[in-house]
């Protein structure tokens, strides 16, 4: 928890979450925040997207994809974390998701709604 003094009162102004904390790409946290958009309204991955872009965030023409197989390594992890003896709902879930995510790879891109 992050606090500053405004107005003589100490307040907070930001939480930070360590838990997924690393050095690398902002597409890895897009693949994760838009893992089951294609579950959701289209108005859910469109004002994601918007809301990115308002602060200035260029995004490139294949951030999609790029996105897609960030997240790729994400569920390939989870699904080894999760075996279908021991977490048989989550597991189905993850081999979904990974088919999904071949299934429709060369329809992602900058455009696509899925």
């Not at 699904?79 to 081999?95: C, E, F, G, S, W």
Request: proline share 4%; hydrophobic share 40%; with cysteine.
């Amino acid at each position: 928890m992050l606090v500053r003094k405004i107005d003589k009162q100490w307040r907070v102004t930001a939480l930070l979450d360590w838990e997924f904390a690393f050095v690398g790409s902002y597409l890895m946290d897009m693949g994760m925040m838009l893992r089951y958009a294609h579950k959701l309204p289209a108005c859910y991955e469109r004002s994601f997207i918007d809301g990115l872009k308002s602060t200035g965030q260029e995004l490139p023409d294949t951030w999609k994809q790029s996105a897609k197989l960030m997240d790729l390594l994400c569920l390939l992890n989870l699904l080894y974390y999760n075996p279908l003896n021991q977490r048989p709902r989550i597991n189905r879930d993850l081999v979904s998701l990974l088919e999904d995510t071949v299934t429709y790879f060369r329809s992602f891109d900058a455009g696509s709604s899925r």
